[in-house]
């Protein structure tokens, strides 16, 4: 499949995870009450600008999520624009960068709808689209679409077979989906999704991965391995890059803090452990976003975005299961 191929190209490759702003540090905190924006609502004034900079400077992927509602007890917009119109637009704004999602909740979406909107976005794309798919974790959600939480799983599975064979099954003889899929869409699930794991890896195509350790992250990818063989592996990381390239890191809940040879060091951790890729979110990061890309794009894509035979640290830069 040509997008994954792309994903893993290398054996390893790094992406971004929008939204893009820096909004869960102290300044982010403050102009956000300057704004008078919720909690967890970010800035976006500058996500063009920065999704235009990372296609450029060479960063994978970029991965959005899928929040249709704002609940205060979460705190957390996402990227707030709907993730499929937002989809579109960054197709519109770049050229290479891969588009992914992380994930999509299917069983409170209609599943027709889910297939054109993201048949739209392959096309549109030049089919650069990664449909990560979930089966969703907010109880509140599901009544207000209509949908049942209990009965999500026997629902998931029924729109990823909707999405395999392009709701062919379904419609009756004279109708289709347009447009048609110029390609096969790539699965990557989020979780278990209420499947067995045998299921998963039988029916994805790869598997999103929460953020953890190199330690987690191995003995994940152990298990992934043991019932998807080679499929890809991906996850993500909340940095804050600093000034000194020295800095040693620190650990925090889904991420560390550090200068960037601590991130190059945790980077080769986790290829050594078997991840294939990584998104990096920057919420937290306190100095400004297109700084940080530019440094990661000269000193740390530079690591890994080569030949598998060729990745190797510079003498200097020493799902769920």
Known sequence: MATLARLTEGGFSIGIEAPLDNDWTPAGEQARRQDGRLPGEPDLRRHAELARLADTLGFRALWVRDVPLYDPSFGDAAQVFEVFSYLGYLAGVTQDILLGTAAVVLPIREPLLTLKSAATVQRLSGNRLLLGVASGDRPVEYPLFGRDFAGRGASFRDQVQLL????????????DVLPRMDAALPLLVAGLAQQTPDWVAENMDGCLAYPGTPE?????VAAWRAVAGGKPYASFIHLDLTEDADEPLQ????????????????????????????????????????ETFHEIAEHVLPVFHRSAAKVTAPAEEICNA
């Not at 064979?165 to 109708?175: E, N, T, V, Y």
Request: proline share 4%; glycine share 12%; charged share 30%.
């Open 164 to 175: 395999r064979d392009s709701a062919q099954a379904r419609l009756p003889g004279g109708l």
């Open 251 to 290: 650990r925090w809940r889904f991420g560390l803090r550090g200068g960037r040879r601590a991130l190059i060091a945790e980077l080769h951790a986790l290829r050594a452990a078997g991840v294939d890729h990584v998104g990096l979110h920057f919420r937290r990061n306190q100095r400004p976003l297109d």
């Open 216 to 220: 987690d992250h191995a003995r994940r």
